[in-house]
């Protein structure tokens, strides 16, 4: 493979990554809207007497990653 042939393949492939970050990118914002959704019900829920889990601020944690679901024998 010559010099020019390997330039255009990483030219490709940098542009490739560049579609890939794009589309990660977009897929957690949508992800982070659809938790908040979530999290948005759930304290709906709770206030209306609804809900049958209390620990909104636990659920609303592990929902939005800030912290990682407790094990069981915890």
Do not use: C, N, W, Y
């Not at 970050?21 to 977009?26: E, K, L, T, Y």
């Not at 914002?29 to 659809?34: A, F, K, S, T």
């Not at 829920?45 to 620990?55: C, F, H």
């Not at 636990?58 to 990682?68: K, Q």
């Amino acid at each position: 493979m010559s010099d020019d042939d390997l330039r255009v393949l990483v030219r490709e492939l940098e542009k490739e990554e560049d579609e890939v970050s794009f589309q990660r990118r977009v897929l957690h914002g949508r992800i982070d809207i659809l938790r908040a959704a979530l999290v948005a019900r759930l304290r709906e829920q709770v206030s209306a007497g609804e809900a049958k889990l209390a620990d909104v601020g636990r659920l609303s944690e592990i929902l939005t990653a800030r912290a990682s679901p407790k094990a069981d024998d915890e």
